[in-house]
């Protein structure tokens, strides 16, 4: 079965500071990986996903992440973060494009003036 | 473009009232439709997937009785919470896929209260 682990509850990094987000998956094949970030109070955004092709994937305000298959990881990456991206981050695998997704419990981001 | 509607954004009715959330696709057909239920804190539990004419299709533990969708357009998925209980009070998020490789697209979600 599918499983999806984000080890981080919450994060806090000082602004203009690097941030990687952890994230594992747990699938036998090639999954579809996906990064959703969500405001308090709204729905989820999506920053980015990965199908196939290039490992490194770059997504919206300024994020990328990186599938790497040996450590079944999907972390998701932004070299100088903003105020405006505190918020809670999800990553999801789902086994086909068409198929439902499983949400990881979610990281806390926090940013430190 | 893929932007998702939901309507209301936030309800609150008596104990025993049934409450129907709107979610529509406003720029892209939507071949498929989830509903999703999270908890404060936590992360969006997949309640049902619809595929528009056909049946919805529950994860275990959903009451289908209690929880009831309707997808009869490529634009418009119903989820009827029927006579609702203070535990059923959540924030009920939807998505819509148009299909193919396509990801799905989130509604800014509803916080359903029920006193």
């Known amino acids: 079965a599918q499983s999806v682990t984000q080890p981080d509850i919450h994060i806090t990094v000082s602004e203009g500071a690097s941030l990687e987000l952890r994230c594992n998956y747990s699938?036998?094949?090639?999954?579809?990986l996906f990064w959703y970030v969500q405001s308090p109070g709204q729905g989820l955004q999506l920053l980015l996903k990965y199908f196939s092709g290039d490992t490194l994937v770059q997504g919206i305000k300024g994020f990328e992440a990186e599938f790497k298959r040996s450590q079944s990881s999907f972390n998701l990456r932004k070299p100088s973060v903003h105020w405006s991206d505190a918020a809670e981050y999800f990553c999801?695998?789902?086994?086909?494009?068409?198929?439902?997704?499983?949400f990881g419990s979610g990281t806390r981001l926090s940013i430190r003036p | 473009g893929a932007v998702v509607s939901q309507h209301p954004s936030r309800v609150i009715c008596k104990s025993g009232t049934s409450v129907k959330i709107e979610c529509r696709s406003l720029?892209?057909?939507?071949?498929?439709m989830f509903w999703y239920r999270q908890f404060p804190k936590q992360s969006l539990m997949l309640m049902a997937t619809s595929n528009e004419g056909s049946k919805a299709t529950y994860e275990q533990g959903v009451e289908k009785d209690k929880f009831l969708i309707n997808h009869a357009s490529l634009t418009l998925s119903t989820l009827t919470v029927t006579s609702a209980h203070p535990e059923d009070s959540s924030f009920y998020i939807c998505?819509?896929?148009?299909?193919?490789?396509?990801?799905?697209?989130f509604g800014d979600g509803t916080r359903l209260s029920i006193l």
């Open positions: 999801a695998v789902g086994y086909s494009s068409a198929s439902k997704i499983i």
């Open positions: 699938y036998g094949a090639t999954p579809y």
């Open positions: 720029d892209f057909q939507a071949t498929t």
């Open positions: 998505s819509a896929r148009e299909g193919g490789n396509q990801p799905q697209h």
